[in-house]
């Protein structure tokens, strides 16, 4: 399995008195004045949902939204759980051999910890140990700071466990260096025919053979010697992303 992308995502929290604190995306068709009127309780009645409005879960079960209390609509059922406010997941993209799919990796009730979070993760994607460190790290530490539920922390103990894992993860990455970018060019015949990467990545090719130069159309580039005697054409390629095609050749490196 291969994590091809990070996003957060909207949520509904209710409270199941058995199981503690559940998140469920927002549902697409959600009013957002009624939305606007649950945050409110939130954070003016304690997460008591005025008398007119209720949680339901939606599309089968998957989905939630703040109804007005005797509307029908299809597929809906009144969730049993307790209105417990907005919540943020971090959701990630994978690929599992020919499988695309999204997984939930975190959950939170402050956004900008959740954030920070996926910020983390996707510099991860991009190859940055720094970016990651700052990132990942501050946002475990701003989510353990402000999880602050009764209910949430009785069954996960949600700061210990989050500090924790800020602290391990500067660990893990001190004096550590990430996997570096796998990239295959095919330039059969001098041309460049494809650039597949197993990240996300951009690749400038130059060169200052000079038929290159004079065919040029754009601009060309100044060397490092900061002068035009020497002038390179260039082309940018943002690499594809093929993991499998990157895996097959550079195996057989390896071997």
Known sequence: MKFTGFKVV???RANYPDTGILYAEIDEDQDPLLLARAAAAEVHNDCVLPDDLELRWTRSESKL???LVGSELVGETP??????GLGWQVEAAYVDEDKHGWTVLAEGDDVDGVDRIC????????????????????????KAAVMRNPVSAQYHNPS???????????QMYAGATLAPVRIVVDISGGAIHGVESDRPASILFISNDSDDVHGFDEGCLVPTSENMEDPHAWWLREAELDGHIVDHYHNQVKA
């Not at 910020?119 to 720094?130: T, Y």
């Not at 210990?160 to 500067?170: C, T």
Request: proline share 0%; charged share 20%.
């Open 160 to 170: 210990e466990v989050l500090s924790a894992a800020a602290g391990e993860l500067e």
């Open 79 to 84: 969730a049993s759980g307790d209105f417990s």
């Open 119 to 142: 910020a983390g993760l996707n510099a991860l994607l991009e190859g940055s140990r720094e970016t990651v460190l700052a990132a990942a790290a501050a946002g475990l530490r701003s």
């Open 10 to 12: 909207n949520c509904l």
């Open 65 to 67: 939204a703040v109804r």
